[in-house]
DNA sequence: GTGGGCTTGTGAATGATTTCACAAGTTACA
DNA sequence: TGTAACTTGTGAAATCATTCACAAGCCCAC
């Protein structure tokens, strides 16, 4: 298959979103001018979007809400269960662990690990906090895929690399830090001091522009 | 000013992080390839980015770390205090609001709000919660101008609405909730859901390419 | 002060993404 | 069956972002 841009791949789980919200609302079928407007885009950029993956409009009418949904569901793999560990249960670690959303959408937490004596034993959304020595030993039993990464920084690189070893393909990292994925592995960051940044870039230069 | 991409303000961002790294590990010069060595980029990258902006750097020995840094921070708004509300004061707004990282960077939380009794008059990080209802009528005397938004999907359009009354005009959205911004006002989106989402699809597409 | 070695700054080229524009297909309805 | 009103799917064009490539400038050693 072609490359996907990721700014497709992004937009496709928008309209994830939106079609969901439309069948809470009843409806059959969508346009993809109804779903640029649910989004800030534009109907030829749905359409694009689409036709990438396929064509599965009707001319004149427009898409099935269920059919497209499924089908997006399906690029993004989402018709699959994914099992998921938390590394850090500190504070957002464990709000990770506590938010339903994830669970809604098929990531499963099997394992939440720290460091703290503090943290070990403690138990987030009826998970056991686990010691961060039995990630490896673990890992043949909860079989990890997905790793969310709430650790300090400088435990960041170290950590990922351990999870790679423990047959973990995805990681997900919270720590504003640049870090190397080996081979195989994607990791994506969710920087919010980074986004704020952004913000106040654009609040400091709104009048210029 | 000729209008700047998102992502060269994004990769700004970064290289303000490696420069203050540089610094602390006692460098007074960096080059256009360090830097570019650092982040995941090309030394080309970074100067094109950086000539928006005027040009910095001397021939031959590449960038001052603090002059550098200084310029970057200005560039970004960073020079200055920014004051900052929380709406929500739930597990990721507690997160936030006792999170340093915000507060070493000059954002500033002036106030945190929440609609349930049961979070209303704690203290977090020595700021008590109040009732959402006085949102706008703090607003003459704490003069926030930033918004981290946590609260559910379905409450966000509405506070985004107040807050913009409010005379808030960048806002930090933590909600899955698509969002129209009133006019004047920037909203960004933090969306772990989608992240993760996009990461499923990397792992599930990642033999084909 | 001269020359060798580095590194910047930037037009031009390339590559990627978005938007345009329209033929072709579908529905609704008389 | 005919036609009016829509909407998709997609090449082509336009726009936007990155990479190339190199002249120009500076440092330093001698
Ligand atoms: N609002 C926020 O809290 C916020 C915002 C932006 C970024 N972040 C980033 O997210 C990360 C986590 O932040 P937090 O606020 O939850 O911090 P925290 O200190 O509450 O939690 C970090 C946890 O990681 C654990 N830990 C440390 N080393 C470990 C190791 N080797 N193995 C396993 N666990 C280990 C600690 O014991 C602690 O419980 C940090 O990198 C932080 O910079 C946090
Ligand atoms: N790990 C996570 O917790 C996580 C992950 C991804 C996204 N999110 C999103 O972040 C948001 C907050 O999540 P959370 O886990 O902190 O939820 P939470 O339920 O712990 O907190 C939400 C808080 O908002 C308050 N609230 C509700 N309506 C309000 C109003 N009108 N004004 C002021 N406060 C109001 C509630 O009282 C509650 O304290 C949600 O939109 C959620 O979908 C959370």
Redesign the pocket.
């Known amino acids: 298959m072609k490359h996907i841009a990721e700014s497709t791949v992004r937009r496709l789980s928008l309209y994830l979103r939106f079609l969901e919200q439309s069948r809470r609302e009843g409806k059959d079928t969508i346009s993809s001018g109804d779903l640029a407007g649910l989004g800030g885009t534009t109907s030829a950029q749905v359409r694009k979007d689409l036709s990438f993956f396929g064509s599965f409009g009707t001319r004149g009418l427009g898409y099935s809400v269920s059919a497209l949904s499924r089908r997006i569901r399906e690029i993004l793999g989402l018709e699959r269960e994914w099992r998921v560990v938390i ?8 709000a990770l662990a506590q938010y339903r959303g994830f669970a809604d959408r098929g990531y499963r937490i099997v394992g939440i ?4 004596p503090a ?1 070990i034993g403690v138990s987030l959304d009826g998970i056991t906090v686990r010691d ?1 020595k039995e990630l490896e030993g673990d890992a043949a039993r909860l079989k990890p895929e997905i790793a969310l990464l ?4 400088t ?2 690189q ?2 990922v690399e351990r999870a790679a070893k423990a047959g973990i393909r995805g990681i997900l990292n ?4 640049q870090i190397h994925a080996p081979a195989g592995v994607e990791v994506r960051h969710v ?3 980074l986004e704020l940044e952004i913000l106040s870039y654009a609040l400091t230069n709104a009048r210029k522009k």
């Open positions: 590394i850090g249960a500190g504070k957002i670690g464990a690990y720290d460091v703290a943290r961060q709430a650790v300090p920084p435990a960041a170290t950590l919270f720590a504003p830090a920087d919010m001091a």
